[in-house]
C-alpha cells in the first residue's frame, strides 16, 4: 500500500528556512514523480515542486523559483523540500504527492494536482512577517 509522509512543518520568521521531508512507503520511488503542493485557506493546490525519482528532471512553481529546492534520497526513499527566504505568502498546508513518471507528458504537466493520485496527510507551514 501506498503511503506518503511528510515532516518538518513549523513556524518561522519571513526570511527564514525550513525543510520538509516526505517519507515513501509501500513502494519504491524509481519510475516516479515526487511533488510537493501546497495550499492555503480558501485557495486552490498550488504546485510548488516536483522531481522524477533517479533522474536530474526537476520543475518549480513560479512563486518559489530560486528560493526552495526539491532533493531526493533514494537509499532513504525520501523526497525534501528546502525552503529558503520565505515569505509570509508561502503559508499554507503542504502536501507530498507522488505518481507513476509517463514519458509522453509534458514535465511541468507534474505541477498540476491533477496529475497525481498518491497524497500525504500534509503539513502545516506558517511563516511570520
Known amino acids: 500500500q501506498v503511503r506518503l509522509e511528510e515532516s518538518g512543518g513549523g513556524s518561522v520568521q519571513a526570511g527564514g528556512s525550513l525543510t520538509l521531508t516526505c517519507t515513501i512507503s509501500?513502494?519504491?520511488?524509481?519510475?516516479?514523480?515526487m511533488a510537493w503542493f501546497r495550499q492555503a485557506p480558501g485557495k486552490g493546490r498550488e504546485g510548488v515542486a516536483c522531481s522524477y525519482v533517479g533522474h536530474d528532471s526537476v520543475a518549480y512553481g513560479d512563486s518559489v523559483k530560486g528560493r526552495f529546492k526539491i532533493t531526493q534520497d533514494t537509499v532513504k526513499n525520501t523526497v525534501s523540500l528546502q525552503m529558503n527566504n520565505m515569505k509570509s505568502e508561502d503559508t499554507a498546508m503542504y502536501y507530498c504527492a507522488a505518481e507513476d513518471f509517463n514519458p509522453y507528458s509534458s514535465f511541468r504537466s507534474y505541477l498540476f494536482a491533477a496529475s497525481y493520485t498518491d497524497w500525504g496527510q500534509g503539513t502545516q507551514v506558517t511563516v511570520s512577517s
Open positions: 509501500g513502494f519504491a520511488g524509481s519510475g516516479k514523480v
